[in-house]
């Protein structure tokens, strides 16, 4: 089975524009989570979406935005970037009903300047 | 969910086992404890889970105290692989799993 695959892996931005990071699920997986992660901490939860709808999400503006697809892949939309958006975008995928943990993509690293 | 405390940091010599603690002293009935590594560069990996009694699986062992309110990841046999940053992670059973609330973690350095 295919893990979680982000896209890119590597992207600069200037402040103020916008951004679409893409995940493709995992095989099996229905449910996807997206978390940004800044240089030392540990990654922050953004908002996860179930059934193409958002169903949770944290501490984040509305200029975060998601979208999930028919096939459960995903994108993280940012707009008007700010500086302190640069950070490590992580998306993460499970199959809901189950409790064995989400299987996380190696994230896009999003630099701001 | 509870709140976790873990210690900054941690070393460990090659081969020998790796005990990670973790506080969660306000953990209800119901909240597992999950565990989750992320390796340099890399998204967390999922490692094992718990809600009262202890587990074990390929990757590690899981030792949660008669009381809950702390546990203790092992890994039996340490490898310069397992350095990483190691979370821990309580749950509420039936709730998102998706919304993880990651600390600090332990920053595990295995040695030669």
């Known amino acids: 089975e295919t893990g979680v695959t982000q896209s890119p892996t590597h992207l600069i931005k200037t402040r103020g524009q916008q951004v679409t990071l893409r995940c493709s699920s995992q095989s099996g997986h229905n449910t996807v989570s997206w978390y940004q992660q800044a240089l030392g901490q540990g990654p922050q939860f953004i908002f996860q979406y179930y059934r193409e709808e958002e169903n949770g999400r944290g501490n984040f503006p509305p200029r975060f935005s998601g979208l999930q697809f028919p096939n459960y892949s995903s994108e993280l939309n940012v707009n008007a970037l700010e500086l302190d958006d640069s950070a490590l975008y992580l998306c993460a995928s499970s199959r809901t009903g189950t409790s064995y943990g989400y299987t996380f993509g190696s994230g896009t690293r999003l630099t701001v300047v | 969910d509870a709140k976790t405390t873990q210690p900054p940091s941690m070393d460990c010599a090659e081969g020998r086992a790796a005990n990670l603690p973790c506080n969660h002293s306000t953990i209800s009935g119901n909240e597992y404890v999950y565990w989750y590594r992320q390796i340099h560069s890399q998204g967390p990996q999922y490692i094992i889970h718990?809600?009262?009694n202890n587990e074990t699986n390929e990757m590690a062992s899981l030792i949660i105290t008669e009381d809950r309110k702390s546990s203790t990841l092992i890994l039996p046999h340490a490898t310069l692989r397992d350095t990483a940053v190691y979370y821990c992670i309580v749950i509420e059973a039936g709730t998102s799993y998706g919304k993880l609330t990651f600390g600090q973690g332990t920053i595990l350095t295995v040695h030669p």
């Open positions: 718990g809600l009262k």
